[in-house]
């Protein structure tokens, strides 16, 4: 085992852990005095105003990690002038919000800048063992790539800790890929870093929450979460670029069902309902805490599936993935994830809230 690797990694993670747990609480006080809260309404669960700027404490943490531990390069520069449109446009929403075209308008923006500037770019794809080269296609495919993983995990930031804490697992699995393999490329040092960020914004986001990640917060997140993923896959440690996905699966199977369930109903695919993946686990729990930590388990063994099929048996993970995908499928079945019934959705958050009473 490498140990000065080791102590450094530590090093990554812990610095911006105590930095972003010390400064969140400045944070949520700036947050009260812009009036940048989140107001309860009959869709939500909470119910007193809670701050919504907490994605400014993650970036200053990964700010000062990149300072300490990063280096310079043309695309560490598109990496941040892209995050720095994404936390922007999510602050303007958090504290005014602004309208969904205008919000995809910045967010394509920001993922323009990290694909032509930053030259980040999926070309090839590898599928089971199949080759798909894109060719022409390269930097739209890319771009909806990194479009998706925002959204992704801006959609899911529905729940106390849930999009943090699904984040921290997600750079954690990559930590742990990357070390195994012994490959530290920046993708390594990145994950490491947000790693330390999101369980230090997590001492003051998991139930009962005392800030939210905000719009800045989460779309950050996603934006990361697809940045990693590309420079992973681009150094060969991700062997394909269908496996971030495949460790996300929980958000991404979230925007999928509310895509079809709301087509199905004749909505636009941005109209809010109360109907996504946490909601239905709410509504069997009644805590916000036991859905958190359900879904949390679950996203940690797709992860571990993930990491047994690169790591140690390609056959064993595809036989995990494969059982918690039947699990998924009765999920689909047993619930009103895709078939929503409009009825369900104000019993779910005044079940919650008369239990917080």
Known sequence: MDYTMLKDSLLYVIIPLLFVALFTP???KVAVHINALDIPDKRKIHKKPIPRLGGLAIVS?????????????????SILIGSFIIVITG???DIKPISAKVK??????AVLVVVLYGNINISKLTVFGYLIDFKWLTIP???????TCINCMNLIDGMDGLSSGISAIYFLTIG???FV?????????????LLGCTIGFLIHNFNPADIFLGDSGSMFLGYMVGVVALLGYKSVVLTSVVIPFLIIIIPLLDVIFAIIRRKLKGESIATPDASHIHHQILRRTSSQKKTVLIIY????????AIIIYLLYSPKLGYIMYGILMVVVIIFVLTTDVIFDFPSKEKEIVDKIKKKAH
């Open 104 to 109: 995809f308008l910045l967010q394509f923006i």
């Open 297 to 304: 388990t679950v996203q940690a063994l797709f992860s571990a």
């Open 141 to 147: 495919f890319t771009i909806l790539f990194l479009l």
């Open 26 to 28: 400045i944070i949520k």
């Open 181 to 193: 393999m012994g490959r530290f490329g920046i993708y390594y040092i990145i994950s490491l870093i």
């Open 91 to 93: 602050m303007i929403d």
């Open 176 to 178: 742990i890929i990357s």
């Open 61 to 77: 943490g990964f700010l000062l990690g990149y300072m300490l531990f990063g280096e310079p390069s043309v695309l560490m520069n």
